[in-house]
Every structure is written in C-alpha cells, then in structure tokens.
C-alpha cells in the first residue's frame, strides 16, 4: 500500500528548432499549493509564451488536471501528463514553460516537446516510495500527549497540522497497512476523541 512520487524539485531543458522548453518538476500535496507554484513561475518567466502543466494529486488517480496554456488542444498538458503517468507517480505537478523560437513546431511536434521536457525533468530526480495514508484528527489533553506521540511513532504516522492550545488537537496520517492497529491503539486511550478527516 504505496504510492510513489518526488520530494525535491527538478529542472529539465528541451530545445527545438529555436523555442525552449524548461520543465520544471514539484512534489505537490493540494491544489492550492498548485497555485502558489504556476504565480511564481509566471513571475520568474513573464516574457514565456506558454505555461503548460499537468499535476495528478492523491492515490485513487481522479484528481489530476492539464493545461495547454494557449497551445493547440491536447498538444501540451496531456503529454506532460503521460510522462507523469508512464513513471507511475502522483502527488506530482510538472509545468513547461516555452518561450517561442520564431519556428511553428506543428502538434506532432509539441507533443513531442512538451513530453521530452518532462520526462528529462523526471529523469533528474530520485521517486521515493511512501506508504498510503488515511488521515485522522485526534483531541486530548496534556495528560495523555506522551502516550498518544508514542503511538504515532510506534505506528510511521505524520504528523499533518498540529495546535496545541488547551486541548491539544492534532492531524495525523495513518499508514492504511496499519490503520487498524493504529486506530485500536489509539481507542484504548479513553481520553481522546478520533475522527476521521
């Protein structure tokens, strides 16, 4: 019960008949985070013509979306996707940023580019394997915080957010091959309330 994705960002460069086409690859959790990486590479490439991208978020496969930023239909966002899904990976965003050659490439050979970016992007960094995870938000109170750390260690949870107020109130992510163990554990401590994210 695994997933595989990146945990560093990587830098490809394709160039074709003048145009260049840098791809740039991201460990990606939410579609917000999405948002704060296209702005900031809009910034850092305001003179690109395009900002393609493709990103797949989550282990069932549903929630991915493309983009082709102006390009002809198809001819971007679904290649970068189809090197994203060719290494199996999720919780991935890749955007290609082209600035134009002065040369039309035709479909055939955008396709070709969009994909070539990605997949040398993809090429430059390790995939990390990691166990699936259901979250789970816990409350206690102080009196049974070491007990409830020593589970969360003893299980390979995260820790997803965490606030620590007058009742301590944490988000972790359970790895689903032991959610059971986990969440029987964690019932024993009559204190704290368990609900599921």
């Known amino acids: 019960m695994y997933y595989y ?3 560093k960002t990587a830098v490809a460069e394709f160039k074709d008949r003048g145009s260049r086409f840098i791809a740039y690859a991201y460990p990606l959790k939410n579609a917000e985070e999405f948002k704060k990486i296209l702005q900031g590479l809009k910034k850092d490439h305001p003179k690109a013509v395009h900002h393609c991208f493709a990103y797949r978020i989550g ?7 493309v983009n082709d ?3 002809p239909g198809g001819s971007a966002g679904k290649p970068i996707l189809n090197a994203i899904d060719s290494k199996n990976l999720t919780n991935i965003l890749i955007v290609v940023v082209r600035y134009f050659g002065g040369t039309l490439l035709g479909v055939p050979g955008l396709i070709n580019a969009y994909k070539s970016a990605a997949a040398m992007a993809l090429q ?3 995939f990390i394997q990691y166990p699936i995870e259901i979250s789970y938000q816990l409350q206690f109170d102080y009196t049974v915080m070491n007990e409830v750390m020593m589970i969360i260690k003893q299980m390979n949870c ?11 109130v944490i988000e972790i992510g ?6 059971q163990e986990a969440l029987d554990k964690i019932r024993q401590l009559h204190t704290v309330e368990l609900r599921k994210v």
């Not at 995260?158 to 301590?168: A, T």
């Open 5 to 7: 994705s990146i945990d």
């Open 59 to 65: 282990y069932d496969g549903n929630n991915f979306r």
């Open 69 to 71: 930023d102006g390009e």
């Open 124 to 126: 430059l960094v390790p």
């Open 158 to 168: 995260s820790i997803i957010k965490q606030d620590y107020q007058l009742f301590n």
């Open 174 to 179: 359970i790895p689903k091959a032991k959610l």
